[in-house]
């Protein structure tokens, strides 16, 4: 087996594990009032401590992709232990780094969707990772929140199939130079 092979078969069987622990990659909370874990395959939210039936639906389809995303994985990783050529998958490469855009995603919210709504203009930080104060007025009175936005220590573990693709990549591309 060639070192892009070894590379690629790493980078599949570290994916599998990934895409098949079902904890979150993100956790985000407004003041314990609005709390959510999310990763690209389970979503959980609760508003005032009670599951939101929203998110439960849409983890039917979260799952969905999930077995699509595994039968994809364990396909090609059967396909390199054979020896035939597989396709490079790279969904697990780059679903941890589009995954920034999740604070990016509530900026929009609050700024433009929110702001929308009440009449009034919210100005919610570009990105929060950490803990941020937030603070706002409706209607003559100030609201003051406390944001947490950070990810969880499996998000830091899904790079390990980044860096596994792209060496792959690189790999594979010098080999094929020579």
């Given amino acids: 087996m ?15 594990l990934i895409a098949f622990i079902p904890l979150p990659w993100w956790y985000y909370s407004v003041g314990g009032i609005f ?9 959980s939210a609760s508003l005032l401590g009670s599951n ?8 039917l389809f979260l799952n969905a992709f999930r077995i699509y995303v595994g039968i994809n994985l364990v396909y090609n990783c ?5 020896g035939r050529q597989a396709a490079k998958y790279s969904t697990m490469a780059w679903l941890p780094v589009f995954y920034i855009l999740d604070p990016l995603l509530i900026y929009v919210v609050f ?10 203009t919210f100005r919610y930080p570009l990105l ?6 937030f603070v706002t007025s409706y209607n003559n009175v100030n609201i003051d929140m406390l944001i947490f936005s950070y990810p969880t220590l499996l998000y830091w ?3 390990i ?3 596994l693709y792209i060496t792959a990549l690189v790999t594979g591309t010098k080999s094929s130079k020579s």
């Fill in 35 to 43: 709390v959510v874990y999310d990763s690209p395959f389970q979503i």
């Fill in 111 to 120: 700024n433009y969707v929110v702001s929308s709504v009440t009449g009034d």
């Fill in 2 to 16: 060639r070192t892009t092979d070894r590379v690629l078969l790493s980078y599949y069987v570290s994916s599998i």
């Fill in 128 to 133: 929060i990772i950490g803990v941020e104060n």
């Fill in 157 to 159: 573990f899904t790079f």
């Fill in 78 to 82: 059967l396909m390199l232990v054979k």
């Fill in 52 to 59: 939101l039936i929203l998110a439960q639906l849409l983890n």
């Fill in 161 to 163: 199939p980044t860096i």
